[in-house]
């Protein structure tokens, strides 16, 4: 756990859902209705660091949170990314995937957070 990084000190309440090594997390400064993100439990900056259980409970969460997104939410489509390392300036290196749901009309504006201005 490290002190200043919001995904190692979240508050339970916000979590959307969970599994034995990772977490679900609404993100502050959404880009649409919805977008959430999902981070490991431990704290790592890298995708490459994750173990392969690491990887594979990311990859279920992906799975649940894409599934209660279409519930909830309706969206026509996904825009799923994530930076690896710190390149981008972000507000923190703790690793994690975003979700970001897709509605018709929708132009998803991109911000600094995935290295442009």
Same mark, same amino acid.
């Given at each position: 756990?490290?002190?200043?990084?919001?995904? %190692?000190? &979240?508050? #339970? @309440?916000?979590?959307?859902? *969970?599994?034995?090594?990772?977490? !679900?997390?609404?993100?502050?400064?959404?880009?649409? *209705?919805? &977008? %959430?993100?999902?981070?490991? $439990?431990?704290?790592?900056? +890298?995708?490459?660091?994750?173990?392969? *259980? #690491?990887?594979?409970?990311?990859?279920?969460? $992906?799975? $649940?949170?894409?599934? #209660?997104?279409? $519930?909830? &939410?309706?969206? +026509?489509?996904? &825009? !799923?990314?994530?930076?690896?390392?710190?390149?981008?300036?972000?507000?923190?290196? =703790?690793? =994690?995937? =975003?979700? !970001?749901?897709? @509605?018709?009309?929708?132009?998803? *504006?991109?911000?600094?957070?995935?290295? !442009? #201005?």
């Amino acid at each position: 756990m490290t002190v200043n990084c919001p995904y %190692c000190n &979240h508050d #339970e @309440y916000d979590i959307i859902d *969970k599994n034995d090594f990772g977490i !679900i997390l609404p993100e502050p400064h959404a880009l649409s *209705k919805g &977008h %959430c993100v999902i981070t490991p $439990l431990r704290h790592t900056d +890298s995708f490459f660091d994750l173990t392969d *259980k #690491e990887r594979k409970s990311m990859t279920n969460l $992906l799975d $649940l949170a894409r599934n #209660e997104l279409k $519930l909830r &939410h309706q969206p +026509s489509g996904f &825009h !799923i990314g994530f930076n690896d390392g710190t390149v981008f300036g972000q507000p923190s290196d =703790h690793f =994690h995937i =975003h979700i !970001i749901p897709r @509605y018709d009309g929708q132009v998803l *504006k991109l911000d600094a957070r995935w290295g !442009i #201005e």
